[in-house]
T-cell receptor
């Protein structure tokens, strides 16, 4: 079945440091999505990447889709305490496969130390 | 997201009891989902429904059943709860006409089975 590997699962950073997390897939993707879940909250959609090598920015967050469309990354510049949460990538079902819904990675829980 | 409402928010029950978790949405989306979240395991799909007459098993459907009473309502039942069903449960919706079809999650139901 489709597998979504997220590296790392937990990460602590000092406030002001940068943070990067990766998401690797066992298949070539048509697109990938990213979600954020604040502590005690629910996942909220952040962004979707569609094109090979695509880079999108949201303020201090930079998302990139791999050239081969098998991996993606999230980079946060100068982390702030408001960045605390768990970040998930999610992938659509592979074309021609039997699955019809998103597969989520296990998530990376980011802690920002003041 | 206030447009996707889950009840109850918290529930404690005993092994063997029947439990129903309810989800309603005002987004007008045809597609609804039930996910389970466990620490370190991300979000795993239990059941999903693409319209009122369509019900599909997800990755971990054993021990669960669902009912799509109307476009706006999708309930999840545990016929005989067991302790390893202790988890955080999320309902979600999506719109197939939305490019990328992002998910909108409810606030979650924390279920504890003693």
């Amino acid at each position: 079945g489709q597998q979504v590997m997220q590296i790392p699962q937990y990460q602590h950073v000092q406030e002001g440091e940068d943070f990067t997390r990766y998401c690797n897939s066992s298949t070539t993707l048509s697109n990938t999505q990213w979600y954020k879940q604040r502590p005690g909250g629910h996942p909220v959609f952040l962004i979707q990447l569609v094109k090979s090598g695509e880079v999108k920015k949201q303020k201090r967050l930079t998302f990139q889709f791999g050239e081969a469309k098998k991996n993606s990354s999230l980079h946060i510049t100068a982390t702030q305490t408001t960045d605390v949460g768990t970040y998930f990538c999610a992938e659509p079902p592979p074309r021609g496969g039997s699955a019809r819904q998103l597969t989520f990675g296990s998530g990376t829980q980011l802690t920002v130390l003041p | 997201d206030a447009d996707v409402t889950q009840t109850p928010r918290n529930r404690i029950t005993k092994t063997g009891k029947r439990i129903m978790l309810e989800c309603s949405q005002t987004k007008g989306h045809d597609r609804m989902y039930w996910y389970r979240q466990d620490p370190g395991l991300g979000l795993r799909l239990i059941y999903y429904s693409f319209d009122v007459k369509d019900i599909n098993k997800g990755e971990i459907s054993d021990g669960y059943s669902v009912s799509r009473q109307a476009q706006a309502k999708f309930s999840l039942s545990l016929e005989s709860a067991i302790p390893n069903q202790t988890a955080l449960y999320f309902c979600a919706t999506s719109d197939p006409s939305d490019r990328g079809e992002k998910l909108f999650f409810g606030s979650g139901t924390q279920l504890s089975v003693l």
